[in-house]
């Protein structure tokens, strides 16, 4: 080939590479794209997959109430929920007994050694550690036999402790959604479907009663109560959520059937029945807040599970009725295991929930009886 030829040849080669690379350029962004979105979808897909993906919690409150369930119950019941796979766990309040114990060699007054005894608690649990507050915790600790506190006071040095970040406890954290200050300790969160909420909801006529009332703080904690339960149930419904469970401490009194336990209510009404030796109907720290459960309840349709403690008796079952006492089908109470001091670690358990967004029910409940705090039967 003349040179004249060689370079004419090596021109036209080099043209046409160039149209190559000039196509690949403009077709790459176009497969780049197409994988891209490929991948979006697939990714969209899988966590379509894991939502839908069954899970467990673990529900536990009102410990410990003794030096024995202190120092042994509840790092047993700790070290049996660690042993287990749980997305989170919920503690729903009360983190002493209602008074004090003379004589106690732990934290039982409302000093600030409870609460360090406690974040100790929640830091040592693997899984997220959620807790609400609990009657014992704050709002009873202006009784002298548990140091004569101020319990706002109380309430706001736990505020500082457990609830200064966006974050659970434990040694895996949860980001949650907080309500505006200084009700900082109501939390929401989303996992697989379902959403979560807790509300600082308490014992002792939530503040209306006992030895230091305060109508003022009930007033607008109340009021904050009831509009974090009113966003909790818009935004289930705006992610589509499956379900919705509530976590608080107070047993309120939803009915006529339990008044050993609770405050018994019109179930109608939802106004508690309760009067003085001269007629004078007790204070209700609950009923504006029922209805309003009642109505979010009753418009959500889907499963609503609501948790607490205070009365110390593991339940599951269906109080709350509508305004023409028919059952709500959707609704069930869930009370947690507490207290049993004066039988050691009796009832020193917790319940374990498995979470199926799949299922019609969703949550199905196993109580989680620990083998070493086995009192009255010992384990096999």
């Known amino acids: 080939m003349t040179r004249l030829g060689y370079l004419g040849f090596q021109r036209v080669t080099t043209a046409r590479l160039l149209r190559k690379v000039c196509l690949l350029a403009l077709t790459v962004p176009f497969l780049t794209s197409a994988a891209i979105g490929l991948a979006t979808a697939s990714e969209r897909e899988n966590e379509k997959e894991n939502s839908n993906r ?26 049996d929920m ?17 008074n004090a114990t003379a004589g106690s060699v732990t934290p039982t007054t409302c000093s600030d050694d ?10 040592a649990l693997k899984a997220p550690a959620i807790f609400t507050p609990g009657d014992n915790d704050w709002t009873d600790c202006d009784r002298p036999a548990n140091g004569g506190f101020n319990s706002l006071e109380r309430l706001n040095y736990e505020r500082q402790i457990f609830f200064s970040t966006p974050y659970s406890l434990g040694k895996r954290r949860l980001k949650q959604e907080v309500q505006a200050a200084p009700y900082v300790e109501n939390r929401r969160w989303t996992i697989g479907r379902v959403t979560y909420a807790t509300l600082n909801v308490q014992g002792s006529c939530n503040n209306l009663c006992d030895i230091a009332p305060d109508q003022e703080e009930y007033a607008a904690r109340n009021a904050a109560n009831i509009a974090w339960l009113q966003e909790t149930f818009k935004v289930a419904k705006a992610r589509n959520s499956v379900a919705v469970m509530l976590i608080a401490q107070a047993n309120p009194g939803w009915d006529n059937s339990d008044p050993t336990r609770a405050p018994t209510r019109d179930p109608r009404t939802l106004v508690e029945n309760g009067k003085d030796a001269n007629g004078v ?31 110390h008796y593991y ?36 319940l374990k929930v498995t979470v199926n967004p799949r299922s019609r029910e969703v949550f199905s409940y196993q109580p989680q009886i620990v083998p070493s705090n086995r009192v009255a039967v010992p384990a096999p």
């Open 281 to 311: 109907p007790f204070p209700d720290g609950f009923k504006d807040y029922l209805v309003a459960l009642r109505e979010e309840v009753i418009a959500f349709r889907k499963p609503v599970a609501y948790v607490h403690g205070d009365s």
């Open 315 to 350: 339940r599951l079952d269906k109080p709350l009725q509508d305004a023409q006492g028919r059952r709500l089908e959707n609704f069930t109470r869930v009370e947690t295991f507490g207290n049993s001091a004066a039988n050691g670690n009796n009832d020193v358990q917790w």
């Open 54 to 79: 069954s899970y467990a919690i673990g529900l536990w409150g009102d410990l410990p109430y003794s030096d024995t369930q202190a120092q042994t119950g509840v790092p047993n019941l700790i070290a």
């Open 82 to 98: 660690n042993a287990q796979s749980l997305s989170f766990t919920v503690h729903n309040g009360d983190l002493k007994a209602g």
């Open 114 to 123: 409870l609460y360090t005894q406690s974040l100790g608690y929640f830091n």
